[in-house]
C-alpha cells in the first residue's frame, strides 16, 4: 500500500528537480551603476531649481556627482549655495575657490541670494555658516555682517558677534529695524 505512495513521491522530486535545472539562473552580478555625470542643457538657475530638493546635507555631495551644475560663473554660484545650503560649507568653498579670483565675489552673491531667505525666516543658526563663507569672498557685505552677528549671537559667541554686527553698522546707515536691532544686541553684549 506504501509503495504506490513512494512512487508518488519519487516522481513528483524528479519532476520538481527536472524544473529546478531547466530554469538555472546565470551568474549574479552587481548592480547596475547609473552614469557618474550627466550634463544639464539648462541655464544655472534652471539647474539649481531642479537639483534645490537634494540640497540636505544626506543628499547633496552624491546629486552633485551626479548631476554637477553647470560650468559657468551662475552654475559654480549656485553649487557652492547648493552645498553649502547642505551644511557642506568645506565644499561650498572649495567650489568657489575654483573660480578665477575676479569671478569669487559675484559667485559669492549668489551664495548670498540663496542663503538669505533662510536667515530672514529666523533660523540664524543655520544661516551663519553660509553668511560667514559669504564673507570670506565680500567682507562688506552688510547684510551678510548683520545675519553672522546675530547668529554668533545665538550661538553664545559674544566676541564675533561684537565684531560682525558693529561692522554691519559701520556700512548700514538706515535707521530702521535692522539697525535698532543689531544696537540692542550690541547693548546686551556689553
Known sequence: MHRPLYLLGFGY???CGAVVLRHRVGP?????????????GGSAGEWFSSIKP????????????????????????????????GG????????????????????AAIVFGVGHPVADAGD?????????????YIPS?????????????AL???ALARKHLKAFLSYYHENDGWT????DVLARLR
Open 13 to 15: 522530486l524528479a519532476i
Open 88 to 107: 557642506k560649507i568645506d565644499l561650498a568653498r572649495a567650489t568657489l575657490d575654483r573660480l578665477p579670483a575676479a569671478e569669487r565675489a559675484q559667485a
Open 141 to 153: 557685505h552688510y547684510m551678510a555682517l548683520y545675519h553672522a552677528g546675530m547668529s554668533e549671537y
Open 156 to 158: 553664545e559667541q559674544p
Open 180 to 183: 535698532q536691532n543689531a544696537r
Open 54 to 85: 537634494y540640497c540636505n546635507s544626506v543628499e547633496v555631495e552624491l546629486a552633485q556627482r551626479q548631476h554637477p551644475a553647470p560650468a559657468t560663473l551662475g552654475g559654480q554660484g549656485y553649487g557652492a549655495a547648493c552645498y553649502a545650503l
Open 28 to 40: 549574479l552580478r552587481g548592480p547596475e551603476h547609473p552614469p557618474l555625470a550627466v550634463s544639464f
Open 124 to 136: 540664524d543658526r543655520s544661516a551663519g555658516p553660509i553668511m560667514e563663507l559669504v564673507l570670506d
